[in-house]
């Protein structure tokens, strides 16, 4: 079973490359509706011109061809998170192995006759994937090529070979398996994908099935795994595929619920945001609901120790609400208060669940920042923001009473409520003044980290995502979490021989701080 669970937080990890590049192409397409649909024309005169309106389409049209090819993307980007080293071959493996592997589908399909008439893709389950017709796998052809090569590199990367054999050595050798295994998966694709396609349907019907419920559980289960760092297994797949929703928009089938906004979003003859938009909705716990709970562990800390409980819960409350980064609040009462962490996934699947009852349809995945980016341009017709808001402000309240009663009831420790709490915040990373080993470049703070975690000789991979320090250790029992909570951490989560250390939106200047002590041979960002 802990393998199975290390093999699922891995894979979870590697979605972090093709995931963190689909926000910003929504920004520009975002971006250019700001100047291309004309809502914003009436309000501001210059919009009007008919070459900002030209410009604003051509940057948001630029943008969304990147849904049609998404597939690309996930099997280039998850090697990329896979890979322990060489991580850029491994990407390059990945592009070769994917267009070999729609070619081999294709081939089946023409020499069993099954290819049909363009008009007569969309019915048949069929679609053009770089230009090549193929049967309709959407982003999934990626996450399995990606996976497939990114196991294989991993594995065959560092095979040697002698004499004139030598040249197919390494990452050649890894190109040599993965280039037969994509034409030996096309062709089986080819011939089973239709049943798989079925039980997708079956299962997406049976998810829409369940109607607001289902928004409350997905709400509920994308939150309650955040600890384990497999909540991007729950909400991927609503996203990027038909278990997110089917729609066309320009005349293309989009699936999965961020793709159909965005589309829609680049679409002028759209007039409302489909409703699918909800599954994306993880932003009103990020922007109300824990502002509400902030504010409840605010009013509940002792008397003298509210500077403390201030200095710890504002910053992270602030990051939650402009960025939609939620893990530094979230930690703060994790492991202090579980019972606080299971309401807070109970109430963000409820928020949810209000939206899609009200029938709000507004686009919320984040923070204020790319809320406002988001839906001010759309109008209020497109986008009923101002519900979403008002939803928003009801989950704050609610919040608010639950997390304060929770807390006095049960005598929680919260921030300002441990025994034994210090008036002097917690340090953060730079504030050490500890001094570099003789002869080293090193800092103080990737100095003690790499010793809280049981040394260089204990570390066998690294890497780190939006807010967290990601490691494979040999020996996950030798960790100091009472240095590392010296050094900024604000939790540490145990899984197997997979440490997370949670730091927040500086994690990057951790990880290369930990990289420069271990002389920069622990890997590249994913």
Not at 323 to 336: D, H, I, K, M, N
Request: with cysteine; aromatic share 10%.
């Amino acid at each position: 079973m802990k393998q199975v669970i290390n093999g699922l937080q891995l894979f979870g990890k590697s979605l972090f490359a093709p995931i963190l590049i689909l926000p910003i192409i929504g920004l520009f397409i975002a971006f250019g509706n700001v100047f291309g649909n004309g809502n914003l024309a009436q309000y501001v005169p210059l919009l009007e011109n008919p070459a900002i309106q030209n410009i604003g389409k051509f940057i948001s049209s630029s943008a969304v061809s990147i849904l049609q090819n998404l597939a690309l993307v996930f099997a280039v980007g998850i090697p990329i998170g896979l890979a322990k080293k060489d991580k850029g071959y491994a990407a390059l493996t990945g592009l070769v192995t994917f267009v070999i592997f729609i070619n081999a589908m294709h081939q089946v399909l023409k020499l069993s006759e099954r290819l049909v008439a363009p008009e007569a893709m969309q019915l048949s389950g069929q679609a053009t994937v770089l230009n090549v017709q193929v049967l309709e796998m959407g982003v999934f052809a990626g996450i399995l090529i990606g996976a497939l090569v990114g196991v294989l590199h991993n594995k065959y990367c560092d095979t040697e070979f002698k004499g004139v054999m030598q040249i197919y050595s390494g990452h050649r050798f890894v190109a040599i398996l993965a280039i037969p295994s994509a034409m030996i998966l096309g062709a089986l694709a080819a011939e089973f994908w239709p049943f798989v396609q079925n039980g997708i349907t079956a299962l997406a019907n049976g998810i829409r099935s369940l109607g607001d419920v289902g928004f409350l559980i997905y709400g509920f289960l994308e939150r309650i795994l955040i600890p384990t760092g497999l909540h991007h297994l729950v909400y991927t797949p609503f996203l990027y595929t038909e278990l997110g929703g089917t729609a066309t928009v320009a005349g293309e089938v989009v699936y999965g619920a961020r793709n159909i906004y965005f589309a829609e979003m680049a679409d002028p003859s759209v007039a409302v945001l489909s409703s699918t938009v909800n599954w994306d909705a993880r932003g009103l716990a990020k922007m109300f609901g824990l502002m509400g709970a902030a504010l409840a562990m605010y009013v509940t800390a002792d008397k003298k120790n509210k500077t403390m409980a201030k200095a710890i819960l504002l910053p992270a409350a602030v990051t939650s609400f402009l960025l939609g980064v939620t893990e530094p609040l979230e930690f703060a009462f994790l492991f202090t208060a579980p019972i606080l962490f299971f309401t807070h996934a109970v109430l963000a699947g409820t928020g949810m669940m209000l939206l899609n009852i009200f029938g709000v349809h507004a686009i919320g995945a984040n923070g204020v920042i790319d809320f406002l980016l988001y839906n001010l341009p759309l109008g209020t017709t497109k986008s009923n923001w101002p519900m979403f808001i008002l939803v928003g402000l009801i989950m704050f309240a609610v919040y608010f009473v639950v997390f304060r009663t929770l807390i006095v009831k049960m005598n929680l420790k919260t921030p300002g409520r441990e025994e034994g709490a210090a008036e002097a915040p917690q340090a953060v990373p730079g504030e050490l003044k500890l001094k570099p080993a003789p002869g080293t470049n090193a800092s103080p703070l990737g100095e003690t980290i790499v010793t809280a975690l049981g040394g260089s000789e204990n570390i066998e991979n690294v890497d780190n995502c939006y807010t967290r320090l990601r490691l494979v250790l040999k020996d996950p029992n030798v960790v100091d979490e009472q240095l590392l909570k010296e050094t900024g951490s604000k939790g540490v989560i145990k899984s197997g021989n997979n440490v997370q250390v949670v730091y927040g939106l500086n994690v990057k200047s951790v990880r290369d701080q930990v990289d420069q002590k271990l002389g920069g041979l622990n890997y590249e960002n994913i």
